[in-house]
C-alpha cells in the first residue's frame, strides 16, 4: 500500500504508471476475493436512489404502477415484475442484477415427510395395504 500511495498520479505509459496499474490491478483482486461485497436488497436500492434525488415513494407512482401498488412492493408485499424492473432501470438507473435478485429471505422447512415412508407406502398400496398398516411395519 506504501508502494501505491507513493507511485499515486503517475503519468500513464511510464512505468511508474504501468507498476501503479498493476499493483492497483492486484489488490483490486486480492479484495474481490478476500472482502466479498453482496448486492444490496432490491428494495434498500430503490429507497437510496429515491433519498439520493430527494424524492419520496410518490416519485415512484406510475414507473411501477400505481400508489397502492408502489407501497406494495416497498413494504415487501408484493416481488418485483419483470416491467416494473425494467422501468426502474431504465428511469433510476439502478443497475439491473441488483433489482432482478429476490428481495425475500427464503426460509428452510424444518420438517419434511421423509421419501422412505412415502416410497415405501407407494410400493406397499398396491398390496392393499393400507396408511395405517404401512406405519405399523
Do not use: C
Not at 503517475?10 to 453482496?38: F, K, M, N
Amino acid at each position: 500500500m506504501r508502494r501505491i500511495e507513493t507511485l499515486w498520479g503517475s503519468d500513464w505509459g511510464t512505468p511508474q504508471g504501468d507498476e501503479l496499474d498493476v499493483l492497483a490491478t492486484l489488490v483490486e483482486a486480492y479484495e474481490r476475493a478476500h472482502y466479498p461485497i453482496d448486492l444490496p436488497d432490491p428494495i434498500a436500492a430503490i429507497k437510496f436512489r429515491l433519498e439520493q434525488e430527494g424524492k419520496d415513494y410518490r416519485a415512484l407512482i406510475g414507473v411501477i404502477g400505481q400508489r397502492t401498488r408502489v407501497y406494495e412492493v416497498m413494504r415487501g408485499a408484493r416481488p418485483l415484475s419483470l416491467n416494473m424492473i425494467r422501468e426502474l432501470h431504465s428511469r433510476l438507473a439502478i443497475p439491473a442484477e441488483v433489482l432482478i435478485q429476490s428481495g425475500r429471505k427464503r426460509t428452510r422447512r424444518t420438517s419434511r415427510p421423509s421419501r422412505e415412508r412415502s416410497t415405501g407406502a407407494a410400493i406397499l398400496s398396491p398390496l392393499g395395504l393400507t396408511d395405517n398398516a404401512v406405519e405399523s411395519l
